[in-house]
């Protein structure tokens, strides 16, 4: 079964650099979150799309920004990379438009290094 | 907003034991409880889930109860493998919809041959 594709795994910038990453959920999934997992920590939440809307807004700095197109795929865009933005960064999809919270899938992850 | 705690931070277990992780939520409407198992360099993987009108679901070796009263739930590996070695995550969320996922800390289970 087709999973969440996350592109690309790996990805080493400089600060104050700009990285994109990109997100394409299962088929017919409407919802993706991304998420930034820190070594050894939990997943923390950025932010969520629903039919290519924002739909919720976690801890997502200002020089992030997000958004999910028409074939439902999303990408987040850093700007001024800093060290500390060295993470995991995990995109995960799941189906919203049935008014109740469905499995969330997750991808494999964009390791992202800043030096 | 929901804050999810879990515990015990560490578990070492040895092959053919269960093992118990446990997490307790602290907003009463959260309710789907998802568990997921994290491999070395590898996403999370939904292993088993749970919504607050079952108390307790059940597949093959895992088990997940849950008690909505006491905003905690649990899961339960019985004959650990060795392959089951991997940190477990818990997750809350209120279940309206694309809701997002708050996640425990993590507990990173060892199981010896």
């Known amino acids: 079964a087709a999973g969440v594709i996350q592109s690309p795994r790996h990805l080493i910038k400089e600060k104050r650099e700009t990285a994109t990453l990109k997100c394409y959920p299962i088929p017919r999934h409407d919802t993706v979150y991304w998420y930034q997992q820190g070594p050894g920590q939990d997943p923390q939440f950025l932010i969520s799309?629903?039919?290519?809307?924002?739909?919720d807004k976690g801890s997502i700095p200002d020089r992030f920004s997000a958004q999910q197109f028409s074939d439902y795929h999303s990408e987040l865009n850093m700007s001024s990379l800093e060290l500390g933005d060295s993470a995991l960064y995990f995109c995960?999809?799941?189906?919203?438009?049935?008014?109740?919270?469905?499995?969330?899938?997750f991808g494999q992850g964009t390791r992202l290094t800043v030096v | 907003g929901e804050n999810v705690e879990q515990h015990p931070s560490t578990l070492s277990v040895q092959e053919g034991d269960s093992a118990v992780i446990k997490c307790t939520y602290s907003?009463?409407?959260?309710?789907?409880f998802p568990w997921y198992k994290q491999e070395l360099g590898k996403g999370p993987q939904l292993i088993i889930d749970i919504r607050s009108n079952v108390g307790e679901k059940k597949d093959q070796r895992i088990a997940v109860t849950l008690n909505k009263t006491a905003k905690h739930f649990s899961l339960h590996i019985t004959e650990t493998q060795p392959e089951d070695s991997a940190v477990y995550f818990c997750?809350?969320?209120?279940?309206?919809?694309?809701?997002?996922?708050?996640f425990g800390k993590g507990t990173r289970l060892s199981v010896i041959a």
């Open positions: 799309f629903y039919e290519k809307m924002q739909s």
């Open positions: 995960a999809s799941s189906l919203g438009r049935t008014g109740e919270d469905t499995e969330a899938f």
């Open positions: 907003d009463s409407a959260s309710n789907y």
């Open positions: 997750a809350a969320s209120m279940g309206l919809g694309n809701t997002p996922l708050v």
